[in-house]
């Protein structure tokens, strides 16, 4: 079955260092997001991505952040650079449909700050 | 903004029917889900219901939605140890797949 893949498992990284977290979406689907969820905490909604540019984003989706699908098959989060509140795990999710919810999640990446 | 909350846990016995509850406030709420989690993967979409529904069943699953009260229920018939995860409650308003969600409800299986 086909699946989001997301890498690194685990980064760990100082206060004030650049990271890229990288996702591999299904192959044939159009509409890409980044959710994160802060420990303890909701999973929350970072951007939405469909033709190559940013569709939505909340307000935590600062500066700081970027994405990028940089070929075919990659789709990047960036964090320029890093604070303590960043440390989460970041869900990637892609779809074929852009309004249905039917979102497949990968397993995440977990960001340690310190 | 929109919230959506849930209880944090359920314990129940394998084959006893689990039923997770979920509320949200958005009342331009166009889909509700629910999503499974369990250790070390990612969320899985269960089901969803478009919010011009009242129920929806599907083979163990059934959603009850009660647009009136915001209330989202998601009932596991015949529950087992496999079910035993981390059941999110997510809603989408008009922005499309731009979810809100609960903060999940861990369902414990006991044999």
């Known amino acids: 079955e086909p699946e989001v893949t997301q890498t690194p498992s685990h980064q760990v990284t100082q206060m004030g260092q650049e990271v890229i977290l990288r996702c591999v979406p299904i192959?044939?689907?159009?509409?890409f997001y980044w959710y994160r969820q802060i420990l303890g905490q909701k999973v929350e909604f970072l951007v939405s991505?469909?033709?190559?540019?940013?569709?939505?984003k909340s307000e935590i989706f600062d500066d700081q952040f970027s994405v990028e699908r940089p070929d075919g098959s990659n789709f990047t989060l960036k964090i320029r650079s890093t604070k303590l509140e960043d440390s989460a795990m970041y869900f990637c999710?892609?779809?074929?449909?852009?309004?249905?919810?039917?979102?497949?999640f990968g397993e995440g990446s977990r960001l340690t700050v310190l | 903004g929109e919230d959506v909350e849930q209880s944090l846990f359920l314990s129940v016995r394998e084959g006893d029917s689990s039923v997770i509850n979920c509320t949200y406030t958005?009342?331009?709420?166009?889909?509700l889900y629910w999503y499974k989690q369990e250790p070390g993967a990612g969320l899985q979409l269960l089901t969803y219901?478009?919010?011009?529904?009242d129920m929806k069943q599907d083979q163990r699953l059934t959603v009850l939605l009660n647009k009136k009260d915001k209330h989202l229920s998601l009932r596991i018939a015949d529950t087992q140890t496999g079910d035993s995860a981390i059941y999110f409650c997510?809603?989408?308003?008009?922005?499309?797949?731009?979810?809100?969600f609960g903060g999940g409800t861990r369902l414990m299986v006991k044999p």
């Open positions: 192959s044939n689907h159009l509409y």
């Open positions: 958005d009342s331009s709420s166009t889909y």
């Open positions: 997510a809603e989408s308003g008009n922005a499309g797949n731009m979810l809100t």
């Open positions: 219901i478009f919010s011009n529904m």
């Open positions: 991505f469909y033709n190559n540019e940013i569709s939505e």
């Open positions: 999710a892609s779809s074929d449909k852009g309004y249905t919810g039917e979102l497949f």
